[in-house]
């Protein structure tokens, strides 16, 4: 449904009703499972009840993570950077990568402020996706 496609805006909302995402400017060729970000591409938050919103991260610039897409098969649905989603009858959840992440992890003093951190799990902080809305923007 997202391949060749370009300008998306990928919205998750999780259990503790926060809502953070992923914009991906490049389009998403057919055949292929992996496609890099560019220097548009970005996350952010909208709702958090750590950390005021809206809120704009920018990947780090030695880093060009972007979308990952796996098969039907997998039990992952799909990596957006350093938010990795996982299918709804999986038993691994949804992360995303806090310390070892490749955000730029501080914006206006506030650290790690994508999906919080938790230093118990390597840096990941696991959530369960609600809902997830995938917007292509003209």
Do not use: A, W
Request: proline content about 4%.
């Amino acid at each position: 449904i997202i391949k060749r496609r370009s300008h998306l805006v990928f919205i998750i909302e999780d259990d503790n009703d926060e809502m953070f995402g992923f914009y991906f400017n490049k389009q998403i060729p057919l055949n292929e499972k992996y496609c890099e970000s560019d220097d548009k591409s970005f996350y952010f938050i909208l709702n958090s009840k750590r950390n005021p919103s809206p809120l704009k991260f920018n990947p780090k610039s030695y880093y060009r993570y972007g979308i990952h897409l796996f098969s039907k098969r997998s039990y992952k649905l799909i990596r957006l950077g350093d938010i990795s989603l996982y299918k709804e009858d999986s038993k691994e959840k949804s992360y995303c990568r806090g310390i070892k992440g490749n955000c730029d992890g501080n914006y206006n003093g506030i650290t790690n402020g994508l999906c919080g951190i938790d230093k118990r799990n390597n840096g990941q902080l696991f959530f369960i996706p609600k809902r997830i809305l995938v917007i292509q923007m003209v």
